[in-house]
């Protein structure tokens, strides 16, 4: 990978390797693409594919968007789970009374659900993906097909196969000028953005290292014990998604994106190789494919280092925060204690030592509070699509997944990965994604006694 600038497009080189070129083309052969223009008509019509709590959350930031880049309804709702998706239902019509319009027969259960939400819509409406990343590739095919506006959740993939398919889907996106947002809300942080500025105007000096902390307890479904007999197989690993890596990366990468892509981003730069290590203790019967921690180190082209340490365990110290240290001092990108972001420079390395930059300090005024990001983001994307704006994030959201899969597989695997690597690997975690249906096995199954494959670093050179 090439010394290049964070925002810089990927050389077609980088995202296709030596497997040639994956012809997302010939997907959509035939399929004339009308060019997306801003929205023009009054209302935006809306249709949530993945009725999690995630899904949920991204819908009602949705449908409070402000006048000026409203109003919008949601009309359709798919996913595979009926109790989720009336949940998340329940939870947005007592929220967003007026602007849930979405009754029975336009609510979709199985795996074609996605394609008839989206039906359901016109070209120039928004489709939400917060499915387990194994799925975007495909949904967002049928988006371009659509040509519909999309917003889709971290990670953008789990593997290096969905990222080039991702890209190669991508540059039909950009040629029918879709707009589209990465929940990556992090970059849409008001302190960190003025953090972000003040680094790259010097403030910090030189970035000589950085380190990020995500370490909590147990999380979501990232612990699983055994299937009951009578479930199956795909469902119980599509609710427990978070456990297995072909659906969502792991733990590792479904949580511990954000703080490797903010520490990217205020570099400026994406890593180029990566070695790590991690383990699994005192696991009872749970049988999913994490490691409990975590520890990576990255390498900038540059050749200063990035140290991520991630935990999923009980009864330990929990932090969750990312520091840069500069020439020129230190500096606190998020946390203490979350996403929230007390963005401040610091005039020597320790938080101990004097502030000469802090967010929201206004001369002994008032302070500024921080807006909400998971708001923030939308508010940009509806503006871009009702006044015809360049927005496109999927390039960076890709290479984010990509740096964040690389870290994981290190530690997986025992060996140094470098960002070529990942990207270009011929493994896939999910072959034939795009075919599943209710009634098909899982692509990962358990052994007779109901366990699946683990990461054994230095035995096993490959990830399940």
């Keep these: 990978m090439k010394n290049q600038p964070i925002d810089s497009p990927l050389s077609r080189r980088q995202f296709l390797g030596n497997f040639g070129k994956i012809a997302s083309a010939s997907a959509l052969a035939g399929i004339v693409l009308p060019v997306v223009h ?77 394609a008839k939400a989206m039906d359901l819509l016109d070209p120039g409406d928004v489709v939400i993906f917060t499915t387990p990343c194994a799925f975007r590739w495909v949904h967002f095919q049928y988006a371009i097909k659509r040509g519909l506006h999309v917003f889709m959740e971290k990670p953008v993939t789990p593997d290096g196969y969905s990222s080039r398919k991702m890209l190669e889907l991508n540059e039909d996106a950009k040629k029918i000028n879709l707009k589209v947002g990465i929940g990556l809300m992090c970059r849409h942080s008001q302190a960190r953005r003025e953090l972000k500025d003040r680094i790259q105007n010097g403030e910090l000096g030189e970035i000589l290292n950085m380190r990020a902390y995500r370490m909590q307890g147990a999380i979501a479904s990232c612990f699983s014990g055994k299937k009951p007999a009578d479930e199956n197989e795909l469902d119980y690993q599509i609710k427990n998604f978070h456990s297995f890596l072909w659906l969502s990366g792991g733990s590792f990468s479904d949580f511990f994106i954000h703080n490797i892509d903010e520490c990217c981003w205020m570099k400026g730069m994406w890593p180029v190789k990566c070695q790590a290590q991690g383990g699994r203790h005192y696991r009872g019967d749970k049988v999913d494919q994490n490691f409990d921690n975590y520890t990576v180190e990255y390498t900038f082209p540059d050749e200063t280092k990035f140290y991520f340490h991630g935990r999923n365990m009980a009864g330990c110290r929990q932090e969750f925060a990312s520091h840069a240290h500069g020439t020129k001092g230190y500096a606190l990108i998020s946390g203490p204690g979350g996403h929230r972001s007390q963005a401040r420079i610091h005039k020597k390395q320790s938080p101990d030592s004097d502030i000469a930059w802090m967010f929201g300090q206004n001369d002994g005024g008032r302070p500024t509070r921080e807006t909400n990001p998971y708001q923030d983001e939308w508010e940009r994307l509806m503006d871009a699509i009702r006044n015809d704006k360049p927005y496109n994030e999927v390039e960076r959201g890709v290479q984010a997944s990509v740096v964040t899969s690389m870290g994981r597989m290190a530690a997986h695997v025992g060996t140094e990965v470098s960002y070529d690597q990942m990207l270009n690997s011929d493994h896939i975690f999910g072959p034939g994604v795009e075919n599943l249906t209710i009634g098909s096995d899982s692509p990962l199954l358990a052994n007779a006694d109901g366990i699946y494959p683990i990461p054994q670093p230095g035995i096993k050179k490959t990830e399940y």
């Design 38 to 114: 801003g929205q023009s008509k009054d209302e935006t019509k809306l249709a949530l594919v993945g009725c999690g709590g995630r899904g949920t959350g991204a819908a009602s930031n949705a449908l409070s968007v402000s006048q000026a880049n409203g109003p919008v309804k949601l009309v359709a709702m798919a996913d595979v789970n009926r109790v989720k998706l009336d949940r998340s239902y329940n939870g947005l019509i007592n929220k967003h009374k007026e602007q849930v319009q979405v009754p029975e027969d336009q609510k979709f259960i199985g795996f074609d659900g996605y």
